[in-house]
């Protein structure tokens, strides 16, 4: 069953506080590891379905307005990108990864990440739809 694509909201907030089950095993190994990641995943390398595509330089949390900023580093010409909370497929704070369920070019091809207009409501709509319009199937959060 499709589940709708809602971009700005997290699919599982519970991925956040270190309650990925594949990561049950390994935080016993790295408390204090996850702890600390509550605060802010920046920093963390992210992953997209086929490689690495940078780090995040900062996220938001916000109820419905969730995203992360990602600095693609010389992979796109030291572009950053505006990432949805929703493209999130899961976090691995103990590997200090957030993997997202984007391809490098459907994320080198998103519209381009501008500091001074990324919080009004036209460049959200459009990167909103961007992303929407560039996933058609959602696969289910992990469980």
């Known amino acids: 069953m ?27 190994e790295s408390l204090e590891a996850d702890e600390e990641a509550h605060a802010s995943l920046a920093g963390y390398d992210v992953e997209a379905t086929d490689g690495g595509i940078g780090s ?5 949390y916000a109820v419905g307005e969730a995203y992360l900023v990602v600095d693609t580093g010389p992979w796109i010409f030291g572009r950053k990108v505006l990432l949805p ?3 999130v497929q899961h976090v691995d704070h103990v590997e200090r990864k957030v993997y997202v369920d984007r391809t490098k070019e459907q ?8 500091k001074d207009t ?17 996933y058609r199937d959602v696969p289910p959060p992990l469980r």
Do not use: C, H, N
């Open 56 to 60: 995040i330089d900062e996220a938001s």
């Open 2 to 28: 499709m589940q709708p694509f809602i971009p700005w909201a997290w699919r599982d907030p519970g991925l956040l506080m270190g309650q990925d089950p594949t990561l049950l095993k390994r935080r016993d």
């Open 118 to 134: 990324f919080a009004t409501p036209e460049y959200r709509d459009r990167v909103g739809t961007y992303y929407t319009d560039s």
């Open 85 to 87: 909370a929703g493209t």
């Open 107 to 114: 994320i080198k091809s998103s519209p381009e990440y501008d």
